[in-house]
C-alpha cells in the first residue's frame, strides 16, 4: 500500500472517530427536578437532562447567556411551547406532564437539544 494511500486511510479513521465521539458519544448527566429549576442557555442546555413526575406542576426557568440567534427561542413541541429567551432574563416555562416518557425540547432553529424525562 502506498503512502498516500496511508495517509488518506488514517484521516478517514480519525474522522470517522471525531464524528462519532463529537455527536454520538455525549452523554448527559440526569438531574432530578422537584418544582423548579433553572436551565442555563449558553452554548447549549444546563442541565440538559432533567427527570420529573408526572401529573407534578413543573417551572423551567431558561435563563439565556449566549448571544446566538439561534438560541433566542426555546420550543417544547410535545407541549406546544414556543417561548423568546431575552438576554439574560430569567423565563419562567410551566409544565403539567400528564404522561410519563421522554420529551425533547430545542432551540428556534433545532440545533441544541435538551431532554426531559417523565417519571
Not at 470517522?16 to 418544582?35: D, Q
Amino acid at each position: 500500500m502506498s503512502l498516500d494511500k496511508i495517509i488518506v486511510l488514517a484521516a478517514s479513521v480519525l474522522g470517522i472517530g471525531f464524528t462519532y465521539w463529537f455527536f454520538l458519544a455525549k452523554k448527559g448527566k440526569e438531574t432530578a427536578v422537584k418544582g423548579s429549576v433553572d436551565i442555563i442557555v449558553d452554548g447549549g442546555y444546563s442541565p440538559e437532562i432533567i427527570s420529573i413526575e408526572k401529573g407534578k406542576t413543573t417551572k423551567l426557568n431558561f435563563i439565556r447567556k449566549d448571544p446566538t440567534a439561534c438560541l433566542e427561542e426555546v420550543v417544547l413541541g410535545d407541549f406546544k411551547i414556543k417561548k423568546r429567551l431575552p438576554l439574560n432574563q430569567k423565563i419562567e416555562v410551566e409544565i403539567t406532564p400528564q404522561k410519563s416518557g421522554e420529551f425533547t425540547y430545542s432551540c428556534g432553529m433545532n440545533m441544541y437539544h435538551g431532554k426531559i424525562i417523565v417519571k
